[in-house]
């Protein structure tokens, strides 16, 4: 059974740092690419960030310098730290893995990051 489990979002003040991580079983984590999505109340999901298997990255460009994803393949794990947080970084952050040869997608049930003063 696969399995991805976001942690570490929370509660935090504008112009301060949260890193989430996503944990996976289940599946050859080293060969899918992992992202990050979010979406916050009336809108739709975006794309954060993603980390192919092989290691290159892309973000939303309103995240571009701020935000900085990572995996590490021996712990089948993947992160995203999240600097110089803005209120409009307040969303549901999900975790998702896809196998781009087949296409096979997964998804994590999602952590709350609310950046607020």
């Known amino acids: 059974q696969v399995q991805l489990v976001e942690s570490g979002g929370g509660l935090v003040q504008p112009g301060g740092s949260l890193r989430l991580s996503c944990a996976a079983s289940g599946i050859i984590f080293s060969i899918y690419t992992m992202g990050w999505y979010r979406q916050a109340p009336g809108k739709q999901r975006e794309l954060v960030a993603a980390?192919?298997?092989?290691?290159?990255?892309n973000y939303l460009d309103s995240v571009k310098g701020r935000f900085t994803i990572s995996r590490d393949n021996a712990k089948n794990t993947g992160y995203l730290q999240m600097n110089s947080l803005k209120p409009e970084d307040t969303a549901v952050y999900y975790c998702n893995a896809v196998y781009e040869l087949t296409g096979a997608r997964y998804w994590g049930q999602g952590t709350q990051v609310t950046v607020s003063s």
């Open positions: 980390i192919s298997s092989g290691g290159s990255t």
